[in-house]
């Protein structure tokens, strides 16, 4: 099998099941328990924080803050949007947001908060369009590092110092789902997944910047200092920790794999690339024209080879992130997304190339 779906969701690392199977087997204690087994669940989860508060930034800068894990960015996203000290009628978001930040926003629009959503396509520079609209009112901006349909990236950094210079009681949230461990990063708050990341499936995290005020989704025990009710899942946070310490990703192996792709892709007629320079190296979105995806999809798939149709979380619904790309509705249905893992080899990009080549011919003949 030829895996070119990362993007979708990753292979679960050796280190990772290793971490979890150890913490099944020997340390299953409930956190809360007051004999040893629980005490030994606190400090894997406490070296767990310690691990990624020193590693979301992407800089030798330790996180100013708290973490909270959850069951995936789902849930820190709802968490984010939903929790937060509203200061100000107006949220600033973009059009090409996951479903879990723009469903949110359009059940915070319906109870009467001002939402404007920006597109990629109307603006020369989209930093500057995001940090151009807020303004005193502006209470929250949640936007993504990085997007996961075409790899197009924000210059987190950059739009936090500028929105916290315009105006500081601005919340901001950044979905950092397809950006962790690959672009440098900062917010009030930040979500993370970790299955994108080569953990497994149902943990994810929300990273809270000293002092901003997040009210809890769940009620029950205080678990997380009350704002992430549960009993915490230890293996599921060792298996995260461990995955995010093996991570090894780097941008110069994707830039390698992404312009061995492109080279192909360019040998072949009718190809129109999706993802430009300001995309990330890791996600490359290409449509080949006359061949919808469904059908590129399924003779991939022939020969093992899978890959997506956009997005993964996106299925069997249309989704209106290409069209804020400026994508064409004939040039959405021909959408193929291929995402690279450190993993991935040279001769699997060739043959992906060879299979896309024999399934233009076939389809057009
Ligand atoms: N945000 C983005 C950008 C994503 O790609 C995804 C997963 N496709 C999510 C949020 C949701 O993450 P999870 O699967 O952990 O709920």
């Known amino acids: 099998m030829i895996y070119l779906d990362n993007a979708a969701t990753t292979k679960p690392c050796e280190e990772c099941i290793s971490a979890m199977n150890e913490v099944m087997r020997q340390a299953f204690g409930n956190a809360s328990s007051l004999h040893k087994m629980g005490t030994a669940s606190i400090e894997i989860i406490s070296r767990a924080k310690r691990t990624l508060l020193s590693t979301v930034t992407g800089s030798k800068a330790i996180f100013d803050g708290d973490v909270v894990f959850t069951s995936g960015a789902t849930e820190s996203n709802n968490t984010a949007l939903r929790g937060i000290n509203f200061r100000g009628k107006k949220i600033v978001t973009t059009a090409i947001e996951h479903p879990s930040v723009a469903r949110t926003a359009d059940v915070l ?207 069997g619904k249309t989704s209106s992130v290409p069209a804020a790309f400026g994508i064409s509705d004939k040039g959405a249905d021909c959408a193929v997304r291929v995402s690279f893992c450190a993993e991935n080899t040279a001769e699997e990009v060739d043959r992906l190339i060879k299979k896309i080549s024999e399934t233009i011919e076939r389809v057009r003949r």
Request: aromatic residues 6%; contains cysteine; proline residues 3%.
């Open 109 to 315: 629009e319906k109870q009467g908060f001002e939402v404007i959503r920006l597109a990629p396509k109307d603006y020369e520079n989209f930093e500057d369009a995001i940090i151009g609209s807020v303004d005193k009112d502006t209470a929250l901006v949640s936007c993504m590092a990085v997007n996961n349909e075409t790899g197009f990236s924000i210059d987190i950094p950059k739009i936090y110092k500028e929105i916290k210079k315009k105006n500081p009681a601005t919340v901001v949230h950044i979905d950092a789902v397809q950006g962790f461990l690959k672009v440098p990063l900062d917010g009030d708050l930040i979500s993370v997944s970790g299955h994108k990341i080569h953990a497994v499936k149902g943990i994810g995290a929300l990273f809270i910047k000293k002092g901003v005020n997040v009210s809890p989704l769940l009620f029950g025990g205080g678990q997380q200092k009350n704002l992430r009710s549960g009993t915490e899942p230890v293996e599921l946070i060792a298996g995260f920790e461990a995955a995010v310490k093996a991570y090894h990703g780097t941008a110069e192996k994707f830039n390698e794999l992404k312009a061995r792709l492109l080279d192909g892709l360019y040998g072949l007629s009718d190809i129109g690339i999706n993802s430009n320079e300001k995309c990330v190296p890791n996600i490359v979105n290409f449509s080949v024209r006359g061949v919808r995806s469904e059908i590129m999809l399924h003779s991939l798939e022939e020969d093992g080879i899978c890959v997506s149709s956009g997005s993964a979380c996106s299925k």
